[in-house]
Nanobody, 124 residues
Framework: QVQLVESGGGLVQAGGSLKLSCAPS????????MAWFRQAPGKGRAFVAA????????YYTDSVKGRFTISRDNAKDTLYLQMNSLKPEDTAVYYC?????????????????WGQGTQVTVSS
């Protein structure tokens, strides 16, 4: 059974930083493309960033470019999202997702497996 467990969320002031982690189990991590999505209160789930199975390709939504960095450590079977210069509008539940393809990195439908999410709250 595949499980994706996120951690690292919390409350931070605007301008601060957080680093999220995602630790999948039940799949061969190095064969899966991974992504982060987020869902703000009252809104749909939205793409944040994605990374290919090797880590050689990365994709970001425009609003986080230059502030967020997606990375992975295939030796540790862990996905990361380093978030810097956080803004109140970054407040959301952040989800990691996995799939063995990366046809459309920003599409919800690309991903077969999802975590339960971790809350990130940025105060002004």
């Amino acid at each position: 059974q595949v499980q994706l467990v996120e951690s690292g969320g919390g409350l931070v002031q605007a301008g601060g930083s957080l680093k999220l982690s995602c630790a999948p189990s039940g799949l061969t991590f190095s064969r899966y493309a991974m992504a982060w999505f987020r869902q703000a209160p009252g809104k749909g789930r939205a793409f944040v960033a994605a990374i290919s199975s090797s880590g050689g390709s990365r994709y970001y939504t425009d609003s986080v470019k230059g502030r967020f960095t997606i990375s992975r450590d295939n030796a540790k079977d862990t996905l990361y999202l380093q978030m810097n210069s956080l803004k109140p509008e970054d407040t959301a539940v952040y989800y990691c997702a996995a799939d063995n393809t990366l046809i459309l990195p920003g599409s919800l439908r690309t991903y077969s497996y999802w975590g339960q999410g971790t809350q990130v709250t940025v105060s002004s």
